[in-house]
């Protein structure tokens, strides 16, 4: 029992209770800035509110960084999931765009899949310069990461492709269950990639091969396979990324889908307490943190806060949630801390005072 | 040469590291012109005493004279420059830059504020002309080999003026004639004055080239002897520290006999298996029930025989036959399926995972075989981890506690359990006592006794000759990178004989087959 609760008070003290206290803390102080925040009407059947909006907009950046954190809990990581939704957009788009139905089911899923199959090649790409050739992950995904924005200028021919196809634009702007498609699209892939890892070995292999490769292969585990794995599945998930961006905008634009979304799913990876040094990773922390990401977002747009201090603000925040996850900061500024609420939350409030004056 | 003044005397030296006495009032000459060789077990302290000398590590106690001049240096750039030059085993010279930019980093001559390196060039042709070394100054280092590397490193070492050069262990990745090559530079280098010390665990090479040899144990010293008067046996003696007619008789425990089981076919059987630059061909048979000691001293090639076992290094050359059958073990995943386990010497780097669980780790090898869909179910693994934990009595007895908070005699045995649980047929330990306390060395030694009684064959390495007379049925001896000899332990055998092997490496031979 009492090893349950040491279990359960790690858990919470020391991995996800942070991540949840600073998102907490963000809504908080949104409902006090602006008391509407929270509020969800409905509305043809369909919730909306703000909540909704940052639950369906972070969809794509939870996709992202699901995969991420497989490819980071190896020690890895893969900067080309940016340009591999902006192809895997660009592909589905220019098919749907030349299709005679743009509203055909059938023709719609053929496009998903003919992306879907070529992020996987990509992917296959990027895992095989990294477990077989060895290159080192940072610049074997860099190429992807420069190239494939090239790749994907070349299909949609240096154009923006707008379709008009209602299958399509429900990735990102349908309803199920009167919440967005795509909370559930990302909710799946989350259950899918837990079940995947956690229901069988996979998710101990990953970290054994994070944790140190040399005993991995000593103990007979073969990693060039699952390194390869890693880097195929984070291309399927943002492929799917790409395909709810595009969505979203019923278009496809080769310069801006996904760009810099490998940036916000590393930081998501690393406010969800998985280490860029790899081994353990935390689908849920992962999560949570790309929830942060948005809410912060939503945030900056809602108080107003002009779009060149915007990034600024997020740093603060970044270094925040960083600082307080750390176990070091945390024992030199423990004592300190107890009694006053955590940084980032007087930080919003700050901010909140200041942009009206 | 003896009778000139030393040009190095280090009197009364100690130091200590937390819990640990790592030197202990050790005395050490040495004259110009000589090779002294600085011999001991694993942990007798040469390194300590070479990185006092060149101030790695300041000192507890005692006083080091450089010529006349009473010296501390802060660390090896200021030694270098008093003269005292250190050659590091793993060559620590950049790849990427030339022979000469190697030679002269950090010190490059220069000309208006500007490298010369015209001049640059000129001085490292210069050096290496010296040392008969006639290579491209201009080519990157990587690009020769690690004999050649070896000797750019000493032309660096030695154009500081030198009147010391340490050179530890430069031989352990060459082979026979880089090593003559080498060799013969030390040998030009004597004969111009320069005082060497020379670390190495390769006997033969010291009494080929030492002039006198210092041997350290456990800290203290043993004693200054010339080379001459130090016979190879006697030295294994001193180093060791048994007095050969004073060693106690390990007790034999009751064992099946050998004859019984080496007969039928054997499990593994290679012959002529050999690595370059790890180990020399080499043939040995492992019997089901058998337990085979590893002899040597350190870096006499144990380790790389139990990796060539388990595929951990690919063999060059040599055939394997596993129950009579031809069999590759070209890695660890083909040696694990014909039923090999290997628990690594180097528990942190090849053992652990740290961030994994005791559970976790104990079930990593069965589950890599498995492979990763078929996972071991929660009541399987609670099962197989409850029951190790029990029998190896790991503590804490949490399997869900990262392994990194073990002590490391439980981290050996979680390693143990990772292998157990997989039910091998030959598993294979690499120093599994090594840095263990007492109580669990003596488990771990009665678990291998248990093992082989059950059928399971073990291949045992280890450091301490009574570890592996008393386990043995019989005992491969290394030595230099060799396997010199197989002996059978049986009542003619004793730790005398073993020793008597690993320093003469010409005892007689038996044929076991």
Not at chain 2, 232 to 237: D, G, I, N, R
Not at chain 2, 457 to 464: H, P
Request: charged share 20%; hydrophobic share 50%.
């Amino acid at each position: 029992m009492s090893d349950a609760n040491l279990r359960l008070r790690t858990l919470v003290g020391h991995r996800l209770f942070w991540p949840v206290a600073v998102l907490v803390a963000m809504l908080a102080a949104n409902t006090i800035y602006r008391p509407g925040f929270l509020a969800i009407e409905v509305n043809n059947g369909h919730l909306y509110g703000t909540p909704i909006d940052i639950l369906r907009l972070s969809a794509p950046l939870i996709l992202v960084a699901l995969g991420m954190t497989l490819v980071i809990s190896t020690g890895g990581i893969d900067l080309s999931v940016g340009s591999i939704c902006a192809i895997s957009g660009a592909i589905a788009c220019l098919y749907i765009s030349e299709a005679p139905d743009q509203n055909n089911l059938g023709m719609v899923f053929t496009a998903l899949a003919m992306a879907l199959g070529v992020a996987l090649v990509l992917g296959a790409w990027n895992g095989v310069l990294v477990s077989i050739i060895g290159i080192q992950p940072i610049i074997a995904t860099l190429i992807l990461m420069v190239a494939g924005r090239g790749l994907a200028q070349l299909i949609t021919e240096g154009q923006i492709i707008t379709i008009n196809s209602g299958p399509y634009r429900a990735i990102g702007l349908g309803h199920f269950l009167t919440l967005p498609l795509a909370i559930f699209i990302a909710l799946g892939a989350a259950l899918l990639i837990a079940a995947f890892t956690r229901r069988t070995a996979l998710g101990m292999i990953v970290e054994s091969v994070g944790g140190n490769r040399e005993a991995s292969r000593l103990a007979g585990i073969r990693s060039g396979r699952v390194v390869f794995l890693v880097y195929v599945v984070s291309a399927a998930c943002a492929a799917i990324a790409g395909f709810m961006i595009t969505a979203n905008v019923s278009s496809a634009d080769g310069n801006a889908a996904g760009l810099w979304v490998e940036l916000d799913a590393i930081l998501a990876v690393v406010i969800g307490g998985t280490s860029l040094a790899g081994g353990r990773f935390y689908l849920s922390g992962t999560i949570l943190g790309a929830l942060i990401i948005q809410t912060l977002t939503t945030s900056v747009y809602a108080m107003n806060i002009s779009p060149q201090t915007a990034l600024l603000f997020k740093a603060v925040v970044v270094i925040a949630v960083c600082l307080i996850q750390a176990p070091a900061f945390r024992a030199k500024f423990g004592r300190r801390r107890r009694g006053t609420p955590p940084p980032p939350a007087p930080s919003p409030q700050r901010q909140k005072e200041e942009v009206p004056a | 040469m003896t009778d000139s003044r030393p040009v190095l005397t280090m009197t009364g030296i100690s130091k200590s590291f937390p819990g640990v006495r790592a030197l202990h009032d050790v005395d050490f000459r040495l004259f110009p012109g000589e090779v002294h060789a600085l011999m001991g077990e694993n942990g007798a302290g040469k390194s300590t005493l070479i990185k006092v000398l060149t101030g790695v590590y300041g000192i507890d106690e005692g006083v080091i004279i450089l010529g006349d001049e009473q010296v501390a240096f802060s660390g090896p750039m200021q030694a270098a420059g008093a003269g005292v030059s250190t050659v590091y085993q793993e060559v620590n010279l950049c790849p990427n830059l030339s022979v000469a930019e190697n030679i002269f980093i950090g010190r490059e001559p220069r000309r208006f504020g500007a490298v010369h390196w015209a001049e640059v060039r000129r001085r490292a042709r210069a050096l290496l002309t010296r040392l008969d070394l006639d290579i491209d100054v201009t080519a990157p280092v990587a690009s020769y080999s690690l004999a050649v590397q070896q000797m750019v490193a000493i032309a660096r070492a030695i154009d500081v003026r030198a009147q010391v050069l340490i050179l530890d262990e430069p031989t352990s990745s060459l082979d026979a004639g880089e090593v003559e090559q080498l060799f013969r530079i030390m040998r030009q280098l004597r004969d111009e004055g320069i005082a060497i010390l020379f670390v190495t665990h390769f006997l033969d090479q010291v009494y080929r080239i030492a002039d006198r040899i210092t041997v350290l144990r456990n800290g203290t010293l043993v004693g200054e002897y010339p080379t001459a008067e130090l016979p190879q046996l006697a030295l294994v003696e001193k180093m060791i520290g048994k007095d050969l007619d004073v060693l106690e008789r390990i007790e034999e425990q009751p064992r099946p006999e050998l004859a019984t089981l080496e007969e039928g076919t054997p499990f593994v059987e290679v012959s002529q298996l050999s690595r370059r630059g790890a180990v020399a061909p080499f043939s040995l048979t492992i019997h089901a029930g058998e337990v085979v000691g590893l002899a040597g001293l350190l870096g006499s090639g144990r380790t790389e025989v139990a990796r060539l076992f388990f595929g951990a290094d690919r063999a060059d050359h040599g055939d394997v036959a596993v129950s009579g059958e031809p069999a590759s073990l070209r890695n660890p995943v083909q040696a694990i399926n014909q039923g090999i386990g290997f628990c690594s010497e180097n528990r942190r780097a090849e053992g652990i995972i740290p961030d994994l669980t005791v559970r976790e780790n104990m079930i990593l090898a069965m589950q890599a075989a498995r492979g990763w869909l078929r996972r071991i179910p929660r009541r399987r693994q609670d099962e197989l981890v409850d029951k190790y934990i029990k029998a190896l009595s790991i503590r804490p007895a949490n399997p869900d506690m990262p392994v990194r908070n073990l002590s490391g005699g439980n981290q050996q045995k979680v390693l143990l359990a990772r292998w157990l649980i997989t039910e091998p047929r030959l598993l294979i330990l690499d120093e599994p006592t090594r840095g263990i306390d007492i109580g669990a060395k003596a488990e771990i030694q009665k678990l291998v006794v248990q093992l082989s009684d059950g059928g399971m064959a073990v291949l045992f390495i280890s450091a301490e000759l009574e570890e592996v007379l008393r386990l043995s049925h019989k005992i491969a001896v290394m030595r230099d990178r060799e396997m010199v000899a197989h002996l059978v332990n049986d009542d003619t055998v004793d730790a005398d004989r073993v020793m008597q092997t690993i320093a003469t490496g010409t005892q007689r031979e038996e044929a076991n087959q």
